[in-house]
């Protein structure tokens, strides 16, 4: 295989994984805000859930939980499973998995908040929902940025998980051309394409947080 | 007139010796009235209590004539609702001992939003009414600056500016000195008697006895969440009544 080839399939392949990175995070960025409300809601049935799911999803692989989103429908359900599936399953998974990661990032901005700003805000009769929307969620995020960022880069490398009810992927692509070409070169190739791919998420959460310094 | 009132006011908590027994306080227009007292008085929970950023226990508090909390038939205290409680909050202004300005707003922002989005009031008046208040607090180079890059002075005198920009009738103040260092101690207070000259009506809880007793018409000592004494501002700090009174004030003639 001619590496241009090559490089055309892995790049077929990244586009699958920059889908998942994307859709990822659109969906469990907003979840893992719910979930942390939740979290430290006054209702003790809706903390207790939360807490619970929050443990389960931070205390098993992400990869078992993909298994149990894709296959689990088929086997506790008796549903068929199409291959059109597959695609959402590590959707599905991702964002449940990356939305309790995130409400444990968002609950502890929250909670670094101090009471004197609830309390401005309250005496020139702001609503509880404009409180949250216009005074404390900004300066929550920019408090959470670097963690984020964190997570955000976990999950790039966490997309080649979707290896694993095979989706394909980048690092799928790359796996199915060394063993029928054996060659070690896709492999390498990948490994420049997730770092790219890093660099540049990394440069733009870079950006975001020195956009977010103009005030301390 | 009466402008703001709190009668019969108890309040307690589970693990603090901080309480309120009983006091009752009655604020006219245009009238100054400094509260001193040792800490842990109760001074700073009267003042919590009066903003409704603490309820009541029991007792009944009025804003220019309108009831914000009563007594049940079982005495405790119940609060007007939301929407009512909202429209009071628009009649007083507090000032925090440490500013709480909002750092993600500019110094203009600060003043100019809870008017806008809460008050709704029109934007060109709005604006107008900023700049007045910013030239006269010696805000005007500052307009765009943020929180952090102000001295502690400035960022408190934005902060009475923001309360101001509410118009209200009362404005609170709760140790509005005591996080400046001393020199910048003097602006604020020179803030607070302009205000006074233009009979701004105003609730002070201070340790600074000499001012208390230049600016204020009247001065309430508080001790153990009771008040102890009160009178004339002049009167009470040269010659007052009480055994307490005595030793407290005694501490700041050094």
């Given at each position: 295989?001619r590496?241009?080839v090559?490089?055309s399939k892995?790049?077929?392949?990244?586009v699958t994984?920059?889908?998942i990175?994307?859709?990822?995070l659109l969906f469990?960025?907003?979840?893992g805000?719910?979930?942390?409300?939740?979290?430290?809601s006054?209702n003790?049935?809706?903390?207790?859930?939360?807490?619970?799911?929050?443990?389960?999803?931070?205390?098993t692989?992400?990869?078992?939980?993909?298994?149990?989103v894709?296959f689990?429908?088929?086997?506790?359900?008796?549903?068929?499973?199409?291959?059109?599936y597959?695609?959402?399953?590590?959707?599905?998974?991702?964002s449940v998995?990356y939305a309790a990661?995130?409400a444990?990032?968002?609950?502890?901005g929250?909670?670094?908040?101090?009471?004197g700003?609830?309390?401005?805000?309250?005496?020139?009769?702001?609503?509880?929902t404009?409180?949250?929307l216009k005074?404390?969620l900004?300066?929550?995020?920019?408090?959470i940025?670097p963690?984020i960022?964190?997570e955000?880069?976990?999950?790039?490398?966490?997309?080649?998980?979707a290896?694993?009810?095979?989706?394909?992927?980048?690092?799928?692509?790359a796996?199915?051309?060394?063993?029928?070409?054996?060659?070690?070169?896709?492999?390498?190739?990948?490994?420049?394409?997730?770092?790219?791919?890093?660099?540049?998420?990394a440069?733009?959460?870079?950006t975001i947080?020195?956009?977010?310094?103009?005030?301390r | 007139?009466?402008i703001?009132?709190?009668?019969?006011a108890?309040k307690?908590f589970?693990n603090?010796?901080?309480?309120?027994?009983?006091?009752s306080i009655?604020?006219?227009?245009g009238?100054?009235?400094?509260?001193?007292?040792?800490?842990?008085s109760g001074?700073?929970?009267?003042?919590r209590?009066?903003t409704l950023l603490?309820?009541?226990d029991s007792g009944?508090?009025y804003?220019?004539g309108?009831?914000?909390?009563?007594?049940?038939?079982?005495g405790?205290t119940?609060?007007a609702?939301?929407?009512?409680?909202?429209?009071?909050?628009s009649?007083?202004?507090?000032?925090f001992?440490?500013?709480?300005?909002?750092p993600h707003y500019?110094v203009?922002?600060?003043?100019?939003?809870a008017?806008?989005?809460?008050q709704k009031?029109?934007?060109?008046?709005v604006m107008?009414t900023?700049?007045s208040?910013m030239?006269?607090?010696?805000?005007?180079e500052?307009?765009?600056a943020?929180p952090?890059?102000?001295s502690?002075?400035q960022?408190?005198?934005?902060s009475?500016?923001?309360?101001l920009?509410?118009n209200?009738?009362?404005?609170?103040?709760d140790?509005p000195?005591s996080?400046?260092?001393?020199?910048?101690t003097?602006?604020?207070?020179?803030?607070?008697?302009a205000?006074?000259?233009?009979?701004?009506t105003?609730?002070?809880?201070?340790?600074?006895?000499?001012?208390?007793r230049n600016?204020a018409d009247?001065?309430?000592?508080?001790?153990?969440?009771?008040?102890?004494?009160?009178?004339?501002?002049?009167?009470?700090?040269s010659?007052?009544q009480?055994?307490?009174?005595r030793t407290f004030l005694?501490?700041?003639?050094?």
């Amino acid at each position: 295989m001619r590496f241009s080839v090559m490089l055309s399939k892995l790049g077929e392949g990244m586009v699958t994984s920059v889908l998942i990175f994307t859709l990822t995070l659109l969906f469990s960025l907003p979840l893992g805000l719910i979930v942390a409300l939740a979290r430290m809601s006054k209702n003790g049935l809706l903390r207790s859930f939360t807490r619970i799911y929050i443990s389960v999803m931070r205390g098993t692989p992400l990869m078992l939980q993909l298994l149990v989103v894709y296959f689990g429908p088929y086997y506790l359900l008796g549903i068929p499973l199409s291959s059109g599936y597959r695609f959402w399953a590590v959707i599905i998974a991702f964002s449940v998995n990356y939305a309790a990661y995130f409400a444990e990032i968002y609950r502890g901005g929250i909670e670094s908040m101090p009471a004197g700003q609830y309390e401005a805000a309250r005496v020139l009769g702001y609503s509880e929902t404009q409180i949250f929307l216009k005074i404390i969620l900004p300066q929550v995020i920019k408090r959470i940025i670097p963690s984020i960022t964190n997570e955000v880069i976990t999950l790039i490398k966490d997309t080649s998980l979707a290896f694993s009810i095979a989706v394909t992927e980048m690092f799928t692509v790359a796996k199915a051309i060394a063993s029928s070409e054996k060659t070690m070169v896709s492999y390498a190739a990948a490994g420049v394409f997730y770092y790219v791919f890093n660099f540049i998420v990394a440069f733009v959460m870079e950006t975001i947080e020195k956009k977010l310094n103009y005030y301390r | 007139m009466e402008i703001f009132s709190i009668r019969s006011a108890r309040k307690t908590f589970d693990n603090s010796l901080d309480v309120l027994q009983d006091i009752s306080i009655s604020i006219s227009r245009g009238e100054v009235v400094a509260i001193i007292g040792p800490s842990g008085s109760g001074k700073s929970t009267l003042l919590r209590c009066a903003t409704l950023l603490e309820t009541l226990d029991s007792g009944e508090l009025y804003f220019s004539g309108e009831r914000a909390a009563w007594n049940n038939e079982n005495g405790e205290t119940v609060y007007a609702g939301a929407q009512k409680l909202r429209e009071i909050k628009s009649k007083f202004g507090l000032v925090f001992q440490n500013f709480n300005l909002f750092p993600h707003y500019s110094v203009l922002k600060n003043i100019t939003d809870a008017p806008l989005s809460v008050q709704k009031r029109e934007k060109d008046e709005v604006m107008r009414t900023a700049r007045s208040l910013m030239d006269k607090m010696g805000l005007t180079e500052k307009a765009d600056a943020y929180p952090f890059q102000l001295s502690g002075g400035q960022q408190q005198r934005v902060s009475i500016a923001r309360a101001l920009a509410m118009n209200p009738d009362i404005l609170f103040f709760d140790e509005p000195t005591s996080a400046l260092d001393p020199e910048l101690t003097g602006e604020i207070l020179r803030v607070i008697r302009a205000l006074a000259a233009e009979h701004m009506t105003m609730v002070i809880v201070t340790h600074e006895i000499e001012f208390a007793r230049n600016v204020a018409d009247r001065i309430i000592f508080i001790a153990d969440g009771v008040i102890v004494e009160e009178g004339p501002a002049e009167a009470l700090v040269s010659n007052p009544q009480n055994e307490r009174t005595r030793t407290f004030l005694n501490h700041f003639q050094r």
